[in-house]
């Protein structure tokens, strides 16, 4: 697959239905150099997914029956925004672990919402079923080529906003962000994902070198909380060599409490949990090495505003 | 006053020590037109006055005595910030109307901190006495020129950034931070002072042709409301016809509760009021005419992380 080129075609694509998402290079956070941050939580619907929403919509007919997404919460927010904003009916089946916030952000748009009691697993298990019954599109949350080039355009718009970084760390759940890094910079710079140590799908895929099944648990759960890894993103991690670390539950909150305290950045733990392995040390830059990191949820639990 | 020099200097003497903020142009709020917008309240201490202190302290000798503030909260946390990173002392007095929020981020510093009853004013009386008896040097919040100097790096920041807008809306309390891009931009771009309804000095002072003194209440005043206006703003406002519009508090929290929903960005009252006049329609722009809105404080209570 030519991902530059898919890649490239989304960003023309969704244009005119995404936000072009602000960079920063703050110092602090405990270390003694600068960070390039990309901040894609400020994205509608607070997460990177509109990316992948809107080009998936975009990229080819939609039938009658509208969309069906499983969701941790920010995908399916994403795919219900995007649904309403080019006239489509969509179907969001979420786990119960996504959480009120996220719940009511679905339910404002006005797509129709199952929650399913459990893990994401068993909300794909129900929107398949939906799928098969409905004759609606199911957008996949990480393991689609569209979802995937949709969120490439990430990467490729950072990079026109002039990202220095030798290495970019991001966070990984599905996969479907760094997936989408990794087939843009097709090794052009060092990718390194960062997973919680209680839902390390990519970890431990990497270890048994195919995409197997883990628990998930944690903070970050209900974003990151994937029980397997994408197969496309599987696929482009071990081409590329992405480098694997893993972040405790409270090295994500330090990284959280520290977004907000030095940057009145407010975000979700997934969306810290990049920094994190910086803050922790679970990744340590050699000396010279430039390094960026994605901040890329923010759909913090409780809603602050609420 | 060569102020443009001046900004200049200031903006050099301040480089590496406040946060180059990033500017992002979303569409929403309500609108149908994208709105530039500088997020100035992810410098450090979750406001603009970060530049102006940092300007202050760099631009002559600290006596031995240290530093002396009076502040609503923000322009204290800053003076207090920049004095620990640049090993001086402070004594920061604030109104109780500051909050706990606030109060308690000047303590973090390690500041010495003295809380008086009442307003502002009353915590201005307060620094005086202690300047007078200490030798302490006190930075005025707003009506001091290398205040000002530093609060106008933020405009100059911002055109170096691409600023398009034929118009910037700015919050006023006491003044120093429009009055540093009044000062900067002399002219070249519509300035458009906005006030709360309930704390309103340039406003009153602009209607009596004189700075006088006004009552100040509602959901920013702890930001916002200066007793009266700042001579040196007051002067720039009428050399440069700064336009001035009104908003209700009602007004103020939806556009900050629409920062929150559109734009994941966290802000306190004050750091949404120049938002509230283009959502409320307190100024509507001409067909055509490009409008950017300045964020400049994020000091919200309580703290979500608290």
Redesign the interface.
């Known amino acids: 697959m030519d991902w530059k080129a898919a890649i490239e075609a989304a960003r023309a694509r969704i244009a005119g239905h995404v936000?072009?998402?602000?960079?920063?290079?703050?110092r602090g956070f405990g270390l003694n150099h600068a960070i390039e941050m990309k901040?894609e939580?400020?994205q509608?619907t607070?997460s990177f997914k509109a990316r992948g929403a809107f080009n998936t919509l975009l990229a080819g007919p939609v039938p009658q029956a509208g969309l069906v997404a499983a969701s941790g919460g920010n995908h399916g927010a994403a795919v219900a925004y995007a649904a309403r904003a080019l006239g489509h009916q969509a179907h969001i089946f979420v786990p119960e672990m996504a959480g009120p916030s996220k719940i009511a952000l679905i339910r404002e748009t006005g797509a129709q919402l199952t929650v399913v009691s459990g893990e994401y697993a068993n909300a794909l298990a129900a929107a398949q079923e939906y799928e098969d019954a409905s004759g609606a599109m199911q957008i996949h949350a990480y393991d689609a080529p569209a979802t995937v080039a949709g969120q490439g355009t990430c990467m490729a718009e950072w990079e026109a906003q002039g990202l220095q970084a030798d290495t970019v760390l991001i966070a990984v759940g599905g996969g479907g962000l760094i997936a989408g890094a990794l087939a843009w910079l097709q090794g052009a710079r060092k990718v390194v994902a960062v997973e919680p140590e209680t839902s390390c799908a990519l970890n431990a895929a990497l270890k048994a070198v195919q995409p197997v099944d883990v628990d998930v648990s944690g903070v970050a759960a209900n974003a990151l909380g994937a029980r397997r890894i994408g197969d496309i993103c599987f696929g482009l991690a071990v081409e590329h060599g992405a480098t694997s670390v893993l972040v405790s539950d409270a090295a994500i909150t330090a990284a959280?409490?520290a977004l907000?305290?030095?940057?009145?950045?407010?975000?979700e733990p997934a969306g810290a949990t990049a920094l994190a392995a910086l803050m922790s040390g679970a990744y340590r830059p050699e000396p010279g090495e430039r390094v960026a990191v994605l901040v890329c949820g923010?759909n913090?639990a409780p809603?602050?505003?609420a």
Request: glycine share 4%.
């Open positions: 936000l072009k998402t602000p960079v920063v290079a703050p901040l939580q400020m509608h607070g959280q409490t907000w305290r030095e940057l009145r950045q407010l975000v923010a913090v809603d602050p505003l």
